[in-house]
């Protein structure tokens, strides 16, 4: 049986520089690794000061032994006070099928 639907608390957004171009991720924790199936896309929401933020389709990738999830470049501001801040966040993920 397969997870659908899975929640990871408190997790930090980092912002990756690769030269001109700027990424916001999220680092999966380990032990969420084997519950996430990266054949699948996931709808991906993310729960900041109790509210939900609907991120949309991602699918995670690997790198070395962790899972990542990109975030949208879109809301660049809210992803920089999150890490200013030095708050944490809540990601909902929800299996969207095979790819």
């Avoid at 975030?71 to 708050?87: N, Q, R, Y």
């Amino acid at each position: 049986m397969e997870i659908q639907q899975l929640v990871i608390p408190e997790v930090s957004i980092t912002k990756m520089n690769k030269g001109k171009t700027v990424i916001y991720t999220v680092i999966i924790p380990a032990r969420f690794t084997k519950l996430i199936n990266v054949s699948h896309s996931w709808s991906v929401t993310v729960i900041y000061n109790n509210k939900e933020i609907m991120i949309g389709i991602r699918k995670p990738w690997k790198a070395n032994n962790n899972y990542i999830l990109s975030l949208p470049k879109a809301l660049a501001t809210l992803w920089d006070e999150i890490i200013i801040k030095k708050e944490k966040i809540d990601i909902i993920l929800n299996a969207q099928g095979n790819i």
